[in-house]
């Protein structure tokens, strides 16, 4: 199928762990994107890529690192995960351009404890 | 600070009434404004985009744009229950990046 998957779905941790979530995309889109949505269900943008390269970097802490190893791909690695890190997280995908439509992935819950 | 409002909600009708979703936006430049629908749990799912002032069909959703008093609205015809979601309003910024509003929630009773 044609589509945006993350992996995993849902991510338990400890607070001080590190982890990485994962996007994939098949649309042949050349823009990726992670949003994260709080507890209140506001979204909002963290990172941009367009074909690898990063052109939006949000107010994120640097404890944020995205990586995109090509134009279909782009993970989060996050270190030493706090409380006010758990969210969900979504990937989403467009062509770049001020009119092109972002599809998103299921998302991923995280949980710090 | 760019910023896109939405009332919280929630906004309650009946089944088969019009659904009313309204969205102001502070950036005079944005050019392009979507719509997304939210399912509890699951992830935004496109319904509508749109760039020109005017209306735009498709459906049972049709949106409308102002771009002169810098707002958008969606509305949804025949509403059913499975209508219910929360509807994001999203407003393209820079580099294809959106600016979403907190949503309306949209309950529709049987």
């Known amino acids: 199928d044609t589509a945006v998957s993350q992996t995993p779905k849902y991510l338990v941790t400890q607070m001080g762990n590190d982890k990485s979530i994962k996007c994939e995309q098949n649309?042949?889109?050349?823009?990726m994107y992670w949003y994260k949505q709080d507890s209140k269900k506001f979204l909002k943008i963290m990172f941009s890529?367009?074909?690898?390269?990063?052109?939006i970097n949000e107010t994120v802490p640097n404890r944020f690192s995205p990586k995109s190893p090509d134009k279909a791909h782009l993970n989060l690695h996050i270190n030493s995960l706090e409380l006010g890190d758990s969210a969900v997280y979504f990937c989403?995908?467009?062509?770049?351009?001020?009119?092109?439509?972002?599809?998103f992935g299921p998302g991923t819950r995280l949980t710090v404890l | 600070q760019k910023e896109v409002e939405q009332n919280s909600g929630p906004l309650s009708v009946p089944e088969g009434a019009i659904a009313s979703l309204n969205c102001t936006y502070s950036?005079?430049?944005?050019?392009?404004f979507f719509w997304y629908r939210q399912y509890s749990g699951k992830s935004p799912e496109l319904i509508m985009s749109?760039?020109?002032?005017g209306d735009k069909e498709d459906g049972r959703f049709t949106a409308q744009l102002n771009k002169a008093s810098q707002y958008v609205s969606l509305l949804i015809r025949d509403s059913q229950p499975s209508d219910s979601a929360t509807y994001l309003c999203?407003?393209?910024?820079?580099?294809?990046?959106?600016?979403f509003g907190k949503g309306t929630m949209l309950l529709v009773s049987p």
């Open positions: 989403a995908s467009s062509l770049r351009g001020s009119y092109n439509e972002q599809f």
């Open positions: 950036d005079r430049g944005s050019q392009s």
């Open positions: 890529y367009n074909n690898k390269e990063l052109i």
């Open positions: 649309l042949g889109h050349d823009t």
């Open positions: 999203a407003v393209n910024e820079r580099y294809s990046t959106l600016t």
């Open positions: 749109i760039y020109s002032n």
